[in-house]
Each structure stands twice: as structure tokens, then as C-alpha cells.
């Protein structure tokens, strides 16, 4: 199971798993049908034959309805929706940059070029190339440590599963305390919500897991403003305590 770290805009080091080739080959087969479906409808719903005697004038409306969105599918749905078109939103998995961040044109024309559909505007047998280039690209997928193929080398992306492997829910943070014989230490605290906990439980683990300068600075922010919406007069000097004791609470007095 390969897997790639970035650091968040929080300055924590999250951790995703890398989409397998299955994966991929499962999202392009799903996109296939999705198109091959498009496809099906718009020759069977458009008799062309009747209204339109003029080959030119034909041909002008196939290309604009049928060879279009096939052609422009891919990098369009992936800019819109930020590294994913229908198949990867079923299986969970997006494109994105090698440091996290979100795919711009540039990342998306690159692996779209590389891709080989645009390939189908053209009416001469450059389109029999299209299987071959893609069983290429699945074969270099594989042999890639992280998972990449041609074009997302040349445009830095890579694919990722969308849940990070360090992700924390609801029901985690309950188990963290039993309520017997727990006396909480600050009673304000019903005032944060069950997203402010889950963020702080993640800061907490990040903690023990990384050292560094930057998880440090993170976890000082963190503990003199949860310190000030407490009402605090002075940040407790063991931080880390401060903050699981303050999760505790939260989680012996709301539930």
C-alpha cells in the first residue's frame, strides 16, 4: 500500500493512500460507459438524416454533439471539480498536485495531452492509437512507485484516495474517556463543537506521532486560543495535557 504525506494548510503532515492501477482502470471504464451511454442516446435520439441534407452541416453537428463532449470531458470535469470526473467520484479517488493542492488548467491539459482522447477529433486512423497508448500508460502506472503515468509525471500530479489515513471521526473522539468518576476541569468547554474536537484530537495525534518546529508552533496557536475562548487567564505551561484534558471534558459533559 503506497501512500504520500502533505503538509495541510495547518502545518500537519496528513498522510493518503495512492490510488492502485485497479482503481484507475475501474474510474476510466466507468467514464467509458458514461460516454459510450451519452453516445447511444444522441444517435438514437437525432435523426440527422431528416433535418439536415448538407453533409457539411451533418458532420458540423456530430462533432459538436457526439466528439465534443467525449473530447472535452476529462479535463473540464477535472478542473470543476477539483481532480475528478464521475468514475473517480464513485470510487473515491481525485487527482491532485504533488504537494496536495488543487489541479489548475495547466496540470489538466498536460495529463489530458498526454492522455491520447483528443485523439478522437481526428477522422484518420490515428484513433486505433488510443488502446495502445493507454495499455503504455497502465504499464508504466505499475511499475511507478508512486503510481504515476506519463502525463502525470510531466505535470506533477498524482492520484490519491480521497480519505486520509490519518482522519479522525466523531466516534473516535468518544472513546477517548469513560465517563465514570471523571470530574471535568473545564466546564466552558460545551461551548466548542464536534468539529472543533475532531481537530483538536488530530493536532493531539499528529503531536506524538511528528517532531518539529512547525507541529510545535501549531500546537502553541492552538492551546492559547482554545485558552482564550475558555476564558483563561494563562495558557496552562503543559500544552498537550491542556488539550487532551480540555477534549475529555468536552466529550464527559455533552455526551
Aim: contains cysteine; aromatic residues 14%.
Amino acid at each position: 500500500m503506497n501512500k504520500i504525506s502533505f503538509i495541510s494548510a495547518q502545518h500537519v503532515d496528513i498522510e493518503f493512500e495512492i490510488a492502485s492501477v485497479v482503481l484507475r482502470i475501474a474510474a476510466y471504464l466507468i467514464d467509458t460507459i458514461i460516454l459510450g451511454a451519452y453516445l447511444f442516446i444522441v444517435f438514437m435520439s437525432v435523426q440527422f438524416d431528416d433535418f439536415f441534407t448538407n453533409f457539411g452541416t451533418w458532420l458540423f453537428f456530430m462533432l459538436l454533439l457526439a466528439k465534443l463532449p467525449w473530447i472535452l470531458y476529462q479535463p473540464v470535469m477535472e478542473y470543476l471539480t477539483g481532480g475528478q470526473t464521475i468514475g473517480k467520484m464513485a470510487l473515491g479517488i481525485r487527482v491532485v498536485r504533488l504537494n496536495g493542492e488543487r489541479v489548475g488548467w495547466r496540470e489538466v491539459i498536460t495529463r489530458w495531452l498526454l492522455r491520447g482522447d483528443f485523439l478522437w477529433i481526428s477522422a484518420s486512423y490515428f484513433v486505433f492509437l488510443i488502446p495502445f497508448w493507454n495499455i503504455l500508460d497502465t504499464f508504466i502506472v505499475s511499475l511507478s512507485s508512486r503510481q504515476q503515468r506519463i502525463g502525470d509525471s510531466l505535470a506533477g500530479t498524482i492520484v490519491i484516495k480521497n480519505k486520509s489515513s490519518q482522519y479522525y471521526k466523531l466516534s473516535d473522539v468518544l472513546k477517548i474517556k469513560s465517563h465514570e468518576n471523571y470530574i471535568p476541569t473545564y466546564l466552558n468547554v460545551v461551548q466548542f463543537t464536534d468539529e472543533d474536537m475532531i481537530y483538536i484530537k488530530n493536532c493531539i495525534q499528529h503531536r506524538k506521532r511528528h517532531k518539529g518546529v512547525e507541529i510545535e508552533t501549531l500546537l502553541l496557536n492552538l492551546s492559547d486560543e482554545t485558552a482564550r475562548l475558555l476564558g483563561l487567564g494563562e495558557v496552562p505551561k503543559e500544552r498537550l495535557k491542556f488539550l487532551e484534558t480540555v477534549l475529555n471534558d468536552y466529550v464527559v459533559l455533552t455526551r
